[in-house]
């Protein structure tokens, strides 16, 4: 029994460590990588406290070196998933019974052993499964899945703090009680982070949660089972299943248990899992929680005022770093004609020493493989019907070659049709679309930038002159859950920009912020009388 208010750590985001050549981090996360390389990891399922295996086993390949396996995974059948529903739902009375302070050491501890002891084994994971580079990895993998689950138990606080007024003779009081049922988590393959926080934030809340990881996410999805089984996640909090998505979205949607959603994915995915559960309502004992996150066609507007090598920049970390693979990644740029060409200069000239995409091993390689063959198809039919459509040139990069891993050189379009399909349709790799307007026309490209793309997740704006700045502010402020000035549109922060995007974006509800753990609870009041009436009579009534 708990007999104090008790004070958690104040989180402090982790610090990025450089890798430079010759640092202790570099030498401990090549090893590992070469250990993890060179062995088969078999990964099970984890649902309960049984590992289990079927006979449908799939192999696991890195995208940079996808003839090289690194391991096997397997796939659910029917039973599994009914499986992983019954063991979360056993798991639920003591879980939320659990004193909310024991629940948080068992995630603090999880944040010290990502930082720590396997920092080297989570971002090395990261780096095969995902093709990450060492830098890629250890913000996302480290240093990002740290502070979630750091900042999360800060704002679990918070929200156990927030209690309503009592008035003379009255004590009221909110208790924040964990979803009746279980979550179902789905996470995508790009961030290790958003794999760990998706079913630990709702875990951490009381809530118990059946968790499918992406097929190409299961490598690093592994260390995240590990890292919370040696924290002392007690057994059915959170179960991983694998297996094919409709099949176990199936299974999961039609239990009368089914509490809520917590998804990151694409937008036709969460689009037509909203429509299921809406189908479904009549089966659930509660109304599901639906929380989500999804596609980008995230922007970059340079006013005339703007400096040209940072807005180059912007364009080339934005749209480039982990090959695009980000939702948030800088997909269409609009660009003033008095600073397009100086502004495009830069960027090629980038694009030349940037080198060709290869291993994450080589540490000398800004870029390396988009996930798998599917995602590189896709990207070099773009590049090749930019080549040959008239309204657009490839400006600069536009190689591709999958003879060993799925590259994608960096690729920049530029076009005359605003409308033009890359600039409206979501790629997911490193090909970014420019468009030049006249200078005179800065008012309506803003206009053209808000009614362009369905999406509206992030955007940046680059100007010297304050009057423009304000006018994109108000003119965009529907076209961006995540606005920057003078930035580029990634690199959000867990504590200093939640993160989340409306429209076909998302629901908005701010992963690394208190907005997204108060949708894991359902407040109860209660209200206790001192002096309980004993007269029904009121005053007026003499």
């Known amino acids: 029994m708990s007999n104090a208010i008790f004070q958690v750590p104040l989180p402090v985001n982790e610090p990025v460590l450089s890798y430079a050549k010759g640092t202790k981090e570099r030498e401990e996360v090549l090893a590992s990588y070469k250990e993890q390389y060179n062995s088969h990891a078999d990964i099970p399922m984890y649902i309960g406290k049984e590992e289990i295996r079927t006979s449908d086993q799939r192999g696991l390949y890195p995208p940079h070196d996808h003839q090289h396996q690194i391991g096997s995974y397997y796939y659910a059948e029917p039973q599994h998933v009914e499986l992983a529903i019954?063991?979360?739902?056993?798991?639920?009375?003591?879980?939320?019974?659990?004193?909310?302070?024991?629940?948080?050491?068992?995630?603090?501890?999880?944040?010290?052993?990502?930082?720590?002891?396997?920092?080297?084994?989570?971002?090395?994971?990261?780096?095969?499964?995902?093709?990450?580079?060492?830098?890629?990895?250890?913000i996302d993998a480290a240093c990002e899945f740290a502070d979630f689950l750091r900042f999360n138990v800060y704002f679990m606080t918070e929200i156990y703090n927030e209690q309503p007024e009592s008035s003379e003779g009255i004590w009221n009081r909110l208790d924040f009680r964990p979803l009746e049922g279980f979550i179902y988590a789905i996470s995508p393959f790009n961030f290790t982070a958003i794999a760990g926080n998706l079913p630990a934030a709702p875990a951490m809340m009381g809530n118990t949660v059946v968790w499918k990881p992406s097929d190409a996410q299961v490598f690093s999805a592994r260390v995240i089972v590990e890292i919370f089984k040696e924290a002392g996640l007690p057994d059915g909090v959170i179960n991983m299943i694998t297996g094919d998505p409709v099949m176990v979205t199936d299974k999961v949607l039609s239990s009368p248990d089914f509490a809520g959603l917590h998804f990151t994915g694409s937008t036709f995915v969460f689009k037509s899992l909203w429509k299921q559960i809406g189908s479904n309502i009549e089966t659930y004992r509660t109304y599901p929680r639906i929380v989500g996150e999804t596609g980008g066609k995230d922007f970059i507007i340079a006013h005339p005022s703007a400096h040209p090598k940072q807005v180059a920049t912007a364009i080339v970390r934005g749209a480039f770093e982990f090959q695009g693979q980000k939702c948030s990644a800088a997909s269409r740029v609009y660009l003033p004609q008095s600073k397009a060409e100086e502004i495009l200069g830069y960027v090629k000239a980038d694009i030349e020493t940037i080198g060709e995409p290869g291993s994450p091993e080589d540490m000398s390689r800004f870029v390396t493989a988009v996930i798998h063959e599917g995602a590189f198809d896709k990207l070099a039919a773009v590049i090749d019907r930019a080549n040959s459509d008239s309204n657009a040139e490839v400006f600069a990069g536009g190689r591709y070659d999958k003879s060993k891993g799925y590259f994608i050189e960096p690729t920049v379009i530029v076009t005359t049709d605003p409308k033009y399909t890359t600039m409206e349709t979501e790629l997911f790799g490193p090909i970014v679309t420019v468009y030049v307007y006249q200078d005179k026309d800065w008012t309506n490209t803003l206009k053209l930038v808000d009614e362009t793309s369905e999406y509206a997740l992030t955007g940046a704006v680059f100007s010297e002159d304050r009057y423009a700045m304000n006018e994109a502010i108000t003119a965009l402020q529907n076209a961006a859950g995540n606005f920057y000035l003078n930035d580029k549109p990634t690199g959000a922060v867990v504590g200093q920009q939640p993160f989340g995007g409306a429209r076909a974006s998302g629901t908005n509800d701010k992963a690394g912020s208190v907005l997204n753990l108060t949708r894991w609870v359902s407040p109860r009041l209660i209200k206790e009388t001192f002096l309980t009436p004993t007269d029904y009579k009121y005053p007026f009534l003499g």
Request: net charge positive.
């Open 86 to 138: 019954d063991e979360a739902l056993s798991a639920k009375a003591k879980w939320s019974a659990l004193p909310w302070e024991q629940r948080a050491s068992i995630f603090l501890k999880a944040a010290d052993l990502i930082a720590g002891p396997y920092r080297a084994r989570i971002n090395a994971a990261t780096m095969l499964a995902q093709s990450k580079t060492v830098h890629q990895a250890e």
